[in-house]
């Protein structure tokens, strides 16, 4: 998976959520033998988000999205969940850094309410 797009893409992800959050704990989860590497989760205070790699995608899910304002129109997926809200990106889209960035810290705002 090295040097391709999702790697990429998951790499430049993790460190705007640094960039949002420098005191963010990155843990792998949910360790299986279909993704032994697990599923990259990011907290501060609560969960912010996870990323999932899938086979046309990278899924960024933002476990309480349904209550953060995305004036930037960055979720577009999960749209319908009651709490989560999720930010879908196949290969050569575009992620607006700067509201991502507001994004990962009304998360963590939200988290330390």
Do not use: H
């Not at 999932?52 to 995608?57: I, S």
């Amino acid at each position: 998976m090295a040097g391709d797009w999702k790697s990429e893409t998951v790499d430049r992800v993790r460190s705007l959520i640094v960039r949002a959050e420098p005191d963010v704990v990155e843990e792998a989860k949910w360790r299986k033998e279909s993704n032994p590497e697990g599923v990259p989760t990011f907290s501060r205070d609560g969960l912010i988000c996870t990323v999932e790699t899938y086979q046309d995608k990278v899924k960024l899910t933002f476990a309480k999205g349904a209550s953060l304002p995305d004036p930037a129109g960055l979720f577009n997926a999960g749209l319908d969940g009651g709490s989560r809200r999720a930010i879908d990106l196949r290969e050569g889209a575009d992620l607006d850094e700067d509201a991502f960035v507001a994004l990962v810290r009304d998360a963590v705002a939200l988290n330390q309410a």
